[in-house]
């Protein structure tokens, strides 16, 4: 699966949604990322302890 293509698709869908990333199973980004434009409203590090 192109999960880059998948997650602008779901950015496309709401200008309102500034974040759609895919993680796998380890927790490492796969794909996806922050709208183009804007900051990040957690660090790194906050980011990180979501996803784990």
Known sequence: MDYEKFCSQIL???PKI???????QWAVRVGGGLRKG?????SEHKENELVT
């Open 18 to 24: 500034r974040f759609a990333t895919v993680y796998d």
């Open 38 to 42: 804007l900051t990040s409203l957690l």
């Open 12 to 14: 496309d869908t709401n």
